[in-house]
Structures are given as C-alpha cells and as structure tokens.
Antibody, heavy 118, light 109 residues
Framework: QVQLQESGPGLVKPSETLSLTCTVS????????WSWIRQPPGKGLEWIGN???????KYNPALKSRVIISVDTSKNQYSLKVNSVSPADTAIYYC????????????WGKGTTVTVSS | QTVVTQEPSFSVSPGGTVTLTCGLS?????????PSWYQQTPGQTPRTFIY???TRSSGVPDRFSGSILGNKAALTITGAQADDGSDYYC?????????FGGGTKLTVL
C-alpha cells in the first residue's frame, strides 16, 4: 500500500524559497501521478500543482509563476519549491497521489506545517 | 476566474438526511468535471470520500452518495451520524487542473 511522507523546513523567511520533499513508499513513483495541496491556518484546501509520471507538470494559475514541482525517480521522491514566499504561504502542505483516470486524489500524506516568518 | 461554490455551513439532526452541493459561479457542473469529495475532521488529514461523481472510496459507508442534482454536484448523507460532523470539500477538474470549493462545515446535532 502506497504511503506518502512530507519533509522539509518548518520555518522559512519571507522572500526566500520554500522547499519540501514527498517520499513515496510501498510503490514506484514512476507508475503514478502526484500532487501538492496546501491549507492555510483556519482556511480551506488549495491545489498547488501536479506532476505526471512523464515528468510534465500542471500548476495552479494563481501560483504558477512561483512554483516548481519535480521528481527524483532514483529516490522515489518528488519535490515542491515555492519562490519569493510571504506570510500568505504559511500553511499545512500535503502531498497526494493523483489519478488521471477520474481526476481525483486517493492517497494523502499526513501533511507538514510551514510557517513564513522572519 | 470561475469559482467553485459550496455552502459554508449546514446542520442536520442525527438520523436525518442532508445534501451538500458544489456549484460554479458561472455555468453548470456536469459529470465531465469529475466531481470528487473529501472529508476533513479538525486537525486531521483529508480523506477521499467520493470520486467520479458517485463512486465511494474504499471504507466509505453507503449512507454517503454522490450525484449531479440540477446544475450542481451533490453529496447526500442519509441517516447522519454524530461522527459525520466534519468539513467536506468538493473538487472539480477544470482546464487540466483541479479547483477546490471553499468547503462546507457540517454539524450533526
């Protein structure tokens, strides 16, 4: 059974780059598609972007200029980078597996909290 | 930009039936948007509940059902139980990406 685990710094300074990694266990990362979702404190969920097993990506238009999602198949990991962060990027960040057959997320990581503050 | 709309809150009595909806600020929701629904209890990771409009994920009780009602996607709970009180988010597939609704906070009392 596929399991996901997010990791990365819990505190990032404004204007710097947020970097997170999702480690996939119980299955090959190359066989599926993957997503990043985030949730600001007390607010709803927001889709950040997808990376497909082909390596192509699709991003939320509102974040597209600042986001990069990449995959490292040798480590069975994929990553998220958000540039030029501000306090508005403070959130719980979730990695998920995404099925393009019916366009939904079926496996979720537990999430990691990132705070943007000086 | 099209917004996915959900009722901010809803209340249902134990044993009652409630229907949460998922609409668009402009246009109608159809099965072609592949509506999916996620349940999130406070402090917990979201759980996939319904996908492809009406398919229940593994382990989801059959008192939960998904459908298209009129111009919206719908999540119906028949015979609500106390532990169904949670936040429910719908997601629509649009333009090659996904858009979340703002979520509905369901209270069972």
């Amino acid at each position: 059974q596929v399991q996901l685990q997010e990791s990365g710094p819990g505190l990032v300074k404004p204007s710097e780059t947020l970097s997170l990694t999702c480690t996939v266990s119980g299955g090959s990362i190359s066989r599926y598609h993957w997503s990043w979702i985030r949730q600001p404190p007390g607010k709803g969920l927001e889709w950040i972007g997808n990376i497909y097993y082909s390596g192509s990506t699709k991003y939320n238009p509102a974040l597209k200029s600042r986001v990069i999602i990449s995959v490292d198949t040798s480590k069975n990991q994929y990553s998220l980078k958000v540039n030029s962060v501000s306090p508005a990027d403070t959130a719980i960040y979730y990695c998920t597996r995404w099925f393009d057959h019916y366009y939904y997320m079926d496996v979720w990581g537990k999430g990691t909290t990132v705070t943007v503050s000086s | 930009q099209t917004v996915v709309t959900q009722e901010p809150s809803f209340s249902v009595s134990p044993g009652g039936t409630v229907t949460l909806t998922c609409g668009l600020s402009s246009g109608s929701v159809s099965s072609g948007y592949y509506p999916s629904w996620y349940q999130q209890t406070p402090g917990q990771t979201p759980r996939t509940f319904i996908y492809n409009t009406n398919t229940r994920s593994s382990g989801v009780p059959d008192r939960f059902s998904g459908s298209i009602l009129g111009n919206k996607a719908a999540l119906t709970i028949t015979g609500a139980q106390a532990d169904d009180g949670s936040d429910y988010y719908c997601v629509l597939y649009m333009g090659g990406g996904m858009v979340f609704g703002g979520g509905t906070k369901l209270t069972v009392l």
